[in-house]
């Protein structure tokens, strides 16, 4: 079980580190779809 949080922690504090992915993956057309349907 801890191998598997450190890992996930890891990885989530890879993805945060770079901020232009991160506006990349929430800026997409399909972000914009849904919420037009909530």
Do not use: H
Not at 5 to 21: K, L
Request: with cysteine; aromatic share 14%; glycine share 0%.
């Amino acid at each position: 079980y801890d191998d598997i949080v450190e890992q996930c922690s890891i990885a989530w504090n890879r993805f945060i580190a770079e901020p232009e992915r991160v506006i990349q993956l929430c800026s997409r057309r399909w972000t914009k779809l849904t919420n037009y349907l909530m």
